[in-house]
């Protein structure tokens, strides 16, 4: 239980949004090439469980002295009453944001995982320019140990004192929503930003994966593609859903499903229960899996991976071994910075613009706590040479 762990030793966090300068946070990320939580466990000075490296700190200590970024506690001089705006008086809303990410150690750069670095950008920066709210980060990963459960994040936050809570969690959808009893129990407002539409009463942001699947596969079919690949080493919900727009749009544009086929056939979920340490590292089973379709003789002229890093395996692999008569068009998700340097076409999901709907969404709550609604954002479709030159 929570009640028998010291709490100094979780990752909660509060980041400063106002300085002199009004210099933010994503700024002195930014510079220090580190996520947004990573950067403001570091200038906290609280104590977290991820211990980010020595290097990296010192990087984000002499990005915020360049920029003239104030800590918390050079702020907290300036106000007048604790808890308050300074400059106006008005009472500051603490909300609980609680999130799961990397420091450094496994991802050097904070560009390599994307999603929880831009939804808590996006939040950062929303709280930022209302001047209503600060938030506070928990992080729920630990070095070489099982994620902290997110009911026990909750329970911290909550007896932290926190007026509101933004749920970030890419999840299967089936397991965030067995949860959402115990969270609404707490009594606290609060949204769920996930990977997918929850089926459950609560104010949701999510993308619209179904949508990103129809996208990709109607951009090739009107390249004058017909035989399409779906290429995916793993199984997860919103593979699911890109699949299913995937079928849509062939299905619209009256190609036959006989053209559609996911390969490899049998798949292992990726990140299973026994395999707490795992990280979305999908390259070797990628290249894999694309070394034995292409072996086999595919018949696809046109591959979609699960995901960029899927999609680029695909591209390499297809560079090194496919016959000289084969070429591929490929496209995949997320637009990583490989999927720019390798010319992918790829779809660039909103993840900032999620961030900011949850903030405003909590805020909404925080003064109506009726005001629940789902927010499903779309993403944009980055056309690069993999489908206009193939591959």
């Excluded at 300068?21 to 994503?26: D, E, G, I, W």
């Excluded at 995949?332 to 961030?355: C, H, N, V, Y």
Aim: hydrophobic share 45%; proline share 5%.
């Amino acid at each position: 239980m929570i009640d028998k762990i010291n709490q100094s030793s979780y990752n909660v966090f509060v980041p400063t949004q106002e300085t002199t300068k009004r210099v933010t946070l994503k700024q002195v990320a930014d510079l220090a090439n580190v996520s947004v939580p990573a950067a403001s466990t570091v200038l906290s000075g609280l104590t977290n469980s991820v211990r980010v490296p020595k290097q990296t700190q010192d990087r984000i200590r002499e990005a915020a002295e360049t920029l003239g970024y104030q800590t918390r506690s050079s702020r907290l001089k300036r106000q007048s009453v604790e808890g308050s705006d300074a400059s106006t008086g008005q009472k500051l809303l603490h909300v609980g944001v609680i999130t799961e990410y990397d420091t450094g150690i496994a991802f050097p750069s904070a560009a390599r995982n994307p999603w929880e670095h831009d939804i808590s950008t996006g939040i950062e920066l929303a709280f930022a320019g209302s001047g209503r709210a600060r938030a506070r980060f928990f992080n729920r990963r630990r070095v070489n140990e099982r994620p902290i459960p997110v009911l026990d994040a909750v329970s911290a936050l909550a007896k932290n004192g926190v007026d509101a809570l933004v749920v970030i969690d890419f999840d299967q959808i089936e397991f965030v929503s067995n949860y959402i009893p115990a969270l609404e129990a707490y009594g606290l407002p609060f949204v769920v930003v996930s990977a997918g539409p929850l089926s459950a009463p609560v104010a949701n942001v999510c993308y619209d994966n179904r949508a990103a699947g129809y996208m990709a596969a109607s951009h090739l079919i009107e390249l004058g593609h017909r035989e399409i690949m779906f290429l995916s080493t793993f199984e997860v919900d919103w593979g699911a859903r890109r699949v299913e727009g995937i079928v849509d749009a062939m299905r619209v544009y009256g190609v036959p499903a006989s053209c559609f086929s996911i390969y490899p056939a049998v798949r292992k979920p990726y990140g299973a229960a026994s395999d707490f340490r795992a990280v979305p590292v999908h390259t070797p089973a990628a290249l894999a899996a694309s070394k034995a379709a292409i072996d086999e003789g595919i018949s696809a002229t046109a591959v979609i991976g699960v995901n960029d890093e899927v999609a680029l395996a695909f591209m390499k692999t297809a560079k090194e071994i496919a016959p000289g008569d084969r070429r591929y068009a490929v496209v995949g998700f997320d637009d990583i910075p490989e999927a720019r340097f390798q010319s992918l076409t790829t779809f660039r999901a909103p993840r900032e613009a999620m961030g900011r709907e949850a903030a405003s969404l909590a805020l909404q709550l925080c003064g109506d706590p009726g005001a629940r609604k789902q927010i499903c954002l779309q993403s944009d479709l980055m056309i690069r040479s993999s489908t206009v030159e193939f591959v």
